[in-house]
T-cell receptor
Framework: DGGITQSPKYLFRKEGQNVTLSCEQN?????MYWYRQDPGQGLRLIYY???????QKGDIAEGYSVSREKKESFPLTVTSAQKNPTAFYLC??????????????FGDGTRLSIL | DQQVKQNSPSLSVQEGRISILNCDYT??????FLWYKKYPAEGPTFLIS?????DKNEDGRFTVFLNKSAKHLSLHIVPSQPGDSAVYFC???????????FGQGTRLTINP
């Protein structure tokens, strides 16, 4: 089955520690995205990538870093500079086609908590 | 500045009746609008979308209406079923861009 796999489902971080969230897709989508969801809020864009080896900051990129070395993979690192990392993190992907509208497809998320 | 707003945090509807979820936006450069449904501890799933050149799109029990002059869209679910209980997000995309801007979500509860 084609889809987006996020791992782990739950992750705990100690103070001052960097952690990396995995996102893999086998949908052959060009674009990938990372969002953060906090209680009572919508999804806020952290980073996105439209092509391998290229990515752009979203609305709340501070304290996060990403890489896009392969089309299928878009890992997110939550650094110690992110002072409030407790949240539900969602990865998404979509094709890029000029002449049609294509929705983003989401993984099942990773819940990150501070120890 | 919240460019996409869902002003109702929650909505409760009786099974079999119509559910109407509302969404307002401020930027006239949005050209594509989507609704997603989300269950707890899962990722959002795409429900239905509408291009800014249309004012209505229907898919089974789900219909989305777009009023560009009012910068307002709504999702109608009829008849509502217990499995429709979830959080619903509206999202908008800027013309020529790929990223989406999401509203805060509305929690829909369908009562038997």
């Amino acid at each position: 089955d084609g889809g987006i796999t996020q791992s782990p489902k739950y992750l705990f971080r100690k103070e001052g520690q960097n952690v990396t969230l995995s996102c893999e897709q086998n949908l052959n989508h060009d674009a990938m995205y990372w969002y953060r969801q906090d209680p009572g809020q919508g999804l806020r864009l952290i980073y996105y990538s439209q092509i391998v080896n290229d990515f752009q900051k979203g609305d709340i990129a501070e304290g996060y870093s990403v890489s896009r070395e392969k089309k299928e993979s878009f890992p997110l690192t939550v650094t110690s500079a992110q002072k409030n990392p407790t949240a539900f993190y969602l990865c998404a992907s979509s094709p890029i086609r000029e002449l049609s509208n294509q929705p983003q497809h989401f993984g099942d998320g990773t819940r990150l908590s501070i120890l | 500045d919240q460019q996409v707003k869902q002003n109702s945090p929650s909505l409760s509807v009786q099974e079999g009746r119509i559910s109407i979820l509302n969404c307002d936006y401020t930027n006239s450069m949005f050209d594509y609008f989507l609704w997603y449904k989300k269950y707890p501890a899962e990722g959002p799933t795409f429900l239905i979308s509408i291009s800014s050149i249309k004012d209505k799109n229907e898919d089974g029990r789900f219909t989305v209406f777009l009023n560009k002059s009012a910068k307002h869209l709504s999702l109608h679910i009829v008849p509502s079923q217990p499995g429709d209980s979830a959080v619903y997000f509206c999202a908008a995309r800027f013309k020529g861009a790929q990223k989406l801007v999401f509203g805060q979500g509305t929690r829909l509860t369908i009562n038997p």
